[in-house]
């Protein structure tokens, strides 16, 4: 049985799923609750894109019934100090390597839609070798592209000269950025400053995958570069997979809880 809320009426579901009306009365009759990514904007209330009506967290979590599961995405660290029992789907690692392909794939299709060019033939940089980034990477590979990868640990510039790519580590930045048909940042701090970005070239596409607030440094003018920052590319590009990688990790969970699937 389920039911929803934080939807406005324009909002269809299927039959039998039941609105909330009464949100404190409901809360403890539920055995799990799925909470939206991200969880919310203010830590105060929940982020409901697809609602007008203002809902409390607090309405929801204090009146969740003990042995209930409750799991959301990018959860805080000021709501999980206070409930301690939601589970943050996002940060696990399932949820980060099915994320993956979606985010690569998205960050891909940007570039296609942005240049006037094939990406065959492209000469690319990647900065960071993290999931997302291998899993780019390989696909830029796969389509012809020249890929080079900018990370600092020594395992990550191990990683990816043994998958056949060409590795400089971070510090090397600032020599290199200006000979770069595309660049893809999936750092998620400032590691482009000043005087990399008045290096780079105006015709470079950058497209930024990080998590806010992305690979520009603070006190680097973007306004010049072909800039594109593309946090939560899976919901945008291919929503349906999100969904469908959200409901995996979530059954996940519960069997790791020993709450069945």
Known sequence: KVSVCGFNEETLFPEGIERIS??????????????????????????????????????????????????????????????????????????????????????????????????????????????????????????????????????????????????????NLKSEVFNYDMIFNTVPFGIFGKEEVENISKSTLFIDIASAPGGIAEDADKSKLSYRFLPGLPGKYSPFTAAEIIKKVISAILLEKGKGA
């Open 22 to 171: 009464d949100i404190k009365k409901a809360m403890s009759l539920f055995d799990i609750i799925v909470l939206p990514l991200p969880l919310s904007f203010d830590g105060i209330t929940l982020n409901t894109p697809y609602g007008n009506d203002c809902i409390y967290i607090d309405d929801i979590l204090r009146y969740a019934k003990k042995e209930c599961v409750v799991v959301g995405g990018r959860v805080g660290n000021e709501i999980s100090a206070k409930y301690p029992f939601v589970t943050d789907y996002s940060k696990r690692e399932d949820f980060a390597f099915l994320n993956a392909v979606p985010t690569a794939e998205g960050a891909i299709e940007a570039a296609m839609k942005e240049r006037d060019k094939t990406l065959a033939g492209a000469k690319c940089m990647v900065t960071g070798f993290g999931k997302c980034a291998r899993v780019l990477s390989l696909n830029l590979k796969a389509l012809m592209c020249e890929v080079h990868i900018f990370a600092r640990s020594a395992r990550d510039l191990a990683h990816a000269q043994c998958l056949g790519f060409k590795a400089f580590h971070l510090n």
